[in-house]
């Protein structure tokens, strides 16, 4: 009966060590705190949409640096189309 005990003990000691790794008890805290959720989760919207606006701007003018390089070679095909997409 003495070894079930302390095989019993063995495996509750690594549930809660894995539960105290997990966090799990913060979880429950920001479940049972809704303001906090919600303001958690509108940070972390205005921070994505940041993120993606920067990220668009560098992206766009990256692409429109090389679409200048381009027109500046003077490649007939390629700079006929983009002076064409300019003047729309």
């Known amino acids: 009966m003495e070894i079930k005990n302390n095989e019993y003990e063995g495996v509750m000691k690594k549930l809660s060590d894995q539960l105290q790794r997990s966090r799990i008890g913060d979880y429950i805290d920001l479940m049972q705190n809704p303001v906090r959720m919600i303001g958690l989760n509108f940070l972390a919207g205005i921070a994505r949409g940041f993120g993606a606006a920067v990220g668009f701007t560098i992206l766009g003018a990256v692409l429109i640096y090389f679409l200048q390089r381009?027109?500046?070679?003077?490649?007939?095909?390629?700079?006929?189309?983009?002076a064409q997409i300019a003047k729309m």
């Open 70 to 82: 381009i027109v500046i070679l003077n490649i007939p095909i390629i700079s006929g189309v983009l």
